[in-house]
């Protein structure tokens, strides 16, 4: 991904997704993926990650992203002063 500022205003969301339109939206560890530098992929487990991303960590943040609502991932803009 060429503008990381497009990422840090994806929405997180539950589950795995199709690469994000204009608006965003997929789970932490896929943007974790593109956000070092790996083309997109979908996770639909931790063991979907790169090699080089610890299982235990993905497997954690996987957990809690699919369990936390929207309130809870802190959906918010970044792109406020």
């Known amino acids: 991904m060429t503008n990381?500022?497009?990422l840090l205003n994806w929405t997180?969301?539950?589950g795995s997704h199709l690469f994000p339109?204009?608006?965003g939206g997929t789970c932490?560890?896929?943007a974790?993926?593109?956000a070092c530098g790996f083309p997109y992929q979908p996770v639909q487990a931790h063991t979907d990650m790169p090699s080089c991303f610890s299982r235990p960590i993905c497997r954690l943040a996987l957990f809690?992203?699919?369990e936390a609502g929207n309130v809870e991932r802190c959906q918010r803009a970044l792109n406020t002063p």
Do not use: C, T
């Open 12 to 14: 997180l969301k539950r």
């Open 32 to 34: 974790a993926i593109v």
């Open 28 to 30: 932490i560890n896929e």
């Open 4 to 6: 990381f500022h497009q």
């Open 21 to 23: 339109g204009p608006d």
């Open 64 to 66: 809690l992203n699919d």
